[in-house]
């Protein structure tokens, strides 16, 4: 059905849940409902909107000195938000490919600053050479992020939901991917 993404008492994101637990977390009083989805759940005594966005209403303190987001596929895909690096269009995850920005066999290393996703065209186009090299352009220099929504693509969400791209401090950039400012802090 979707997912709700639960706020910290300051308004800090704190992580994605189900809805029936962002549902239990509201009946336990434990917290408010700041954005409601368009969804509605039924029951035989009364019908409730789902919640897009739930803000704790106790805070709870984040003893992260820095944290270290997990390099993987899966964060990859969630950083470069499924789309190639190189032409700019947003795929699928199974129709996009993992490149090595200086390749392997140019001494290219595996890590965040190497990997970006791209699609096929582009990665057989680019091939065993630079982007340079290939004539292609990154939209976005690859770095390792500061924090990261893992379990939105666990959970099957590709697309960010709209209603929580204020909250995650999401904005659109000129070359139309979106980048959050928690990604852009440098500690």
């Not at 992580?15 to 039924?42: M, P, Y």
């Not at 490149?99 to 990997?115: A, F, L, M, T, Y």
Request: charged content about 25%; overall charge positive.
């Amino acid at each position: 059905m979707s997912h709700a993404l639960v706020l910290n008492a300051s308004f800090e994101p704190l992580h994605i849940v189900t809805w029936q637990r962002a549902l239990q977390l509201l009946f336990q009083g434990k917290v408010e409902v700041v954005e409601e989805s368009d969804k509605e759940v039924r029951t035989v005594r009364f019908t409730i909107k789902v919640p897009a966005v739930l803000r704790l209403l106790t805070y709870v303190p984040l003893t992260r000195k820095k944290e270290i987001v997990r390099f993987s596929r899966l964060n990859i895909f969630l950083r470069d938000q499924c789309t190639c690096q190189y032409c700019g269009r947003a795929f699928t995850k199974n129709q996009l490919t993992l490149d090595h920005v200086i390749p392997i066999v140019q001494g290219g290393q595996k890590s965040w600053e190497n990997i970006v996703t791209a699609c096929k065209p582009c990665n057989q186009k680019k091939g065993g050479h630079t982007p340079a090299q290939a004539g292609l352009q990154l939209i976005r220099k690859p770095k390792q992020p500061a924090w990261l929504p893992t379990a939105s693509l666990q959970l099957g969400i590709i697309k960010t939901p709209e209603r929580w791209k204020i909250y995650l401090k999401l904005e659109k950039r000129r070359s139309g991917g979106a980048t959050s400012h928690l990604e852009e802090q440098s500690d």
